[in-house]
T-cell receptor, first 115, second 112 residues
Framework: DAGITQSPRHKVTETGTPVTLRCHQTENHRYMYWYRQDPGHGLRLIHY???????DKGEVSDGYSVSRSKTEDFLLTLESATSSQTSVYFC??????????????FGPGTRLTVL | SQQGEEDPQALSIQEGENATMNCSYK?????LQWYRQNSGRGLVHLIL?????REKHSGRLRVTLDTSKKSSSLLITASRAADTASYFCATSLQGGSEKLVFGKGMKLTVNP
């Protein structure tokens, strides 16, 4: 158990509405990641964070923003959701104090449907 | 663009048989990792092999890495129905090890 929770676990929303997904970790690790998983594409990195207020873009960042005001929370926001953002979203952390420092640990995922 | 590509995309075998999955990648790496995903769940790390290693074992898992061919293979021996899952390779790129690049994944079905 990597101590990662995601909320909500499921969400249905309408096109044009804002949506915020939350990732919470209990172990104060520096690196946190947001991925989306779609059939035929595997996992693609949206944004990641390497510390409080330190974030960077990933492969598919358009239409998404993130914030990290506390070590334990990493928020993913869709300012105006579109149907193409229907996906399963995973949060992950990297335990840099762990001897397996490059390994990532994943949360349970959030299934988002945009109608 | 996708760094790692798993092959085959799907594999169906009988319990007790060995399963071999291959991953090819494009650019130089620090390490290559394999992850498993059970249906509806998050990914779970299985094994990591560094660029200066050629083979690694963990229980029933054996992973090899050929940096000259930019390829890796994951062997699961004596497969069990519980090994049914999707498997992903992920590469940590040289000069950017804070990120992993995942392949599209492959589906393994182990029939009892």
């Amino acid at each position: 158990d990597a101590g990662i929770t995601q909320s909500p676990r499921h969400k249905v929303t309408e096109t044009g509405t804002p949506v915020t997904l939350r990732c919470h970790q209990t172990e104060n690790h520096r690196y946190m990641y947001w991925y989306r998983q779609d059939p035929g594409h595997g996992l693609r990195l949206i944004h990641y964070s390497y510390g409080v207020k330190d974030t960077d873009k990933g492969e598919v960042s358009d239409g998404y923003s993130v914030s990290r005001s506390k070590t334990e929370d990493f928020l993913l926001t869709l300012e105006s959701a579109t149907s193409s953002q229907t996906s399963v979203y995973f949060c992950a952390i990297k335990k840099t104090r762990d001897r397996r420092a490059d390994t990532q640990y994943f949360g349970p995922g959030t299934r988002l449907t945009v109608l | 663009s996708q760094q790692g590509e798993e092959d085959p995309q799907a594999l169906s075998i009988q319990e007790g048989e060995n399963a071999t999955m291959n991953c090819s990648y494009k650019t130089s790496i620090n390490n290559l990792q394999w992850y498993r995903q059970n249906s509806g769940r998050g990914l779970v790390h299985l094994i990591l092999i560094r660029s200066n290693e050629r083979e690694k074992h963990s229980g029933r898992l054996r992973v090899t890495l050929d940096t000259s061919k930019k390829s890796s293979s994951l062997l699961i021996t004596a497969s069990r129905a519980a090994d049914t899952a999707s498997y992903f390779c992920a590469t940590s790129l040289q000069g950017g090890s804070e990120k992993l690049v995942f392949g599209k994944g492959m589906k393994l079905t182990v029939n009892p």
